[in-house]
């Protein structure tokens, strides 16, 4: 049952069934619970709630390597205490995470990669070609012009010339 707000999806678990309805438990509130609980390198994954069964499944992860088991096996009991009052059952399954560090591209890997860029570089190839040096000259100072203006009259640039002017008065 996920709502949707500002193009923001909620996740709803289903919980139970009583006779005046059924009860469903936000699954974004549940984690919150959960890592309040855990120390910083730990983190709840998924959480899966079996109402029929009064079970809480949990998929929690932690850095390889990092972890005693006897210090897993204490946070899975403080997990269990603290979803007592929601299932009777929790179950917790510990994943090792395994840090991966992302090859770094160069910069013109990455220039080459954006279609922006294949956009600006063109658009600037035609323009100089059709207007000349006078009139890439005046294409920039019309594109200043501009930019000062806005920077006089809407709120976000009176802020970014404040920021401006502050950072070149220390």
């Known amino acids: 049952m996920p709502v949707s707000c500002c193009g923001v999806r909620t996740l709803f678990l289903f919980w139970n069934s009583t006779e005046r309805g059924q009860v469903w438990v936000q699954e974004r509130a549940v ?3 959960l890592e309040d609980a855990l120390p910083e390198s730990m983190h709840c994954r ?3 709630l079996w109402g029929d069964r ?3 499944v949990l998929r929690m992860t932690y850095p390889a390597g990092e972890i005693a088991p006897e210090n897993l096996r204490y946070v899975s009991e403080r997990l269990q ?3 007592a009052p929601v299932a009777d059952n929790v ?3 510990w ?5 991966s560090e992302p090859a770094e591209q160069p910069a013109w890997r990455r220039i080459l990669a954006n279609p922006l860029y294949w956009g600006l570089g063109v658009g600037l190839l035609v323009g100089i070609g059709h207007l000349g040096p006078r009139g890439i000259f005046r294409t ?4 200043l012009a501009a930019w000062v203006v806005a920077l006089l009259a809407t709120p976000a640039g009176r802020y970014d010339l404040r920021a401006l002017i502050a950072r070149y008065r220390k």
């Open 140 to 143: 920039i100072m019309a594109g």
């Open 91 to 93: 179950e917790v399954t």
């Open 46 to 48: 998924e959480i899966v």
């Open 54 to 56: 009064d079970l809480a």
């Open 95 to 99: 994943l090792e995470e395994v840090a």
């Open 81 to 83: 205490q603290q979803l």
């Open 31 to 33: 984690r919150t619970l």
